[in-house]
């Protein structure tokens, strides 16, 4: 063969990593069929290096190039593997407080998914569920709270506080700066500013300094969604509790008039008219 351009080397690199990147499977017949086309070039290019005259392009920057995207490869492939290694674990433990908590009650294989999402995380067998909700739930927010955005481990993390709240509704007050972080990380998602807004009204029971607050949240959930009616229900209720009577007639009005224009998903739980 004849020697090369300098180019060719780099780009049969670049296509090695791009097809190691989109499916790790290394030892395909495209990636070695690559890796040889490298070695093809290479082999006349060094028997033509003894003829280059001084003052020839040197091909140290093609060969920079192509360790620096490796090394960016690399670190983005290990990035990728350890979060989607903690959705992995965090999926157990959300698997093994659905099953503890469901309205049938617990299942046959409740204790073994238990077992098993204790030991991911390291856990004794003697964790609390509602202390392995926590651990997983506390790693997916720190996922949440890093670049590049992770959408899909913050609405886990929901999913597993809400599987928490039915295993041990006691701890409902403990979960508030978990959701209040997750809101200030992702103002948009209706998910936890609902969560947030019931956490703060089951806390307005025993303090009404935090009626005003929990008011705010409902007003703007309901804002975000103006025909889903238990919303609407929930921001009647605290507006009432805050001293609101006006705020909460006109929303149980409201509720009346949008009742039979609503999808049924959409309606206060009860007896289809």
């Known amino acids: 063969l004849p020697p090369a351009p300098a180019w060719c080397g780099f780009a049969a690199v670049a296509g090695c990593l ?26 006349p290019a060094q028997r033509a290096a003894r003829s280059v005259q001084p003052g020839a392009r040197s091909p140290m ?25 903690e959705r992995d674990r965090a999926q157990l433990a959300a698997n093994a407080l659905a099953r503890l908590t469901a309205d049938s009650g617990p299942d046959a294989r409740a204790l073994e998914t238990l077992l098993a ?65 997750l809101v200030a990380r992702w103002p948009e ?11 703060l009204s089951r806390r307005a029971h025993g303090d009404a300094a935090l009626r005003p607050v929990a008011l705010a949240q409902w007003c703007e959930v309901v804002a975000r969604y103006p025909t889903h009616l238990p919303f ?32 049924a998903s959409n309606r206060l739980p009860g007896p289809r008219p």
């Open 61 to 85: 920057p093609w060969a920079s190039a192509a360790i620096v995207l490796l090394a960016a490869t690399s670190a983005g492939v290990g990035w990728s593997a350890w979060r989607g290694q």
């Open 18 to 43: 791009a097809h190691a990147c989109a499916d790790f499977h290394l030892h395909t017949a495209q990636v070695v069929g690559v890796l040889g086309l490298v070695i093809a070039i290479a082999r």
């Open 189 to 199: 998602h209706l998910g936890f500013r609902a969560a947030l807004a019931s956490q």
């Open 117 to 181: 999402a204790q030991g991911a995380y390291d856990l004794p067998p003697t964790t609390a569920p509602v202390e392995l909700a926590r651990r997983a739930v506390d790693e997916l927010v720190a996922i949440t709270m890093t670049w590049p955005d992770d959408p899909a481990a913050a609405a886990q993390a929901l999913t597993i506080i809400r599987h928490a709240l039915r295993a041990a509704p006691d701890s409902a007050d403990s979960w508030g700066p978990t959701l209040e972080r």
């Open 232 to 263: 609407r229900a929930a921001l009647a209720e605290i507006a009432e509790r805050a001293g609101d009577a006006a705020r909460a007639q006109d929303e149980r009005r409201e509720i009346d008039r949008l009742a039979p224009l609503v999808h």
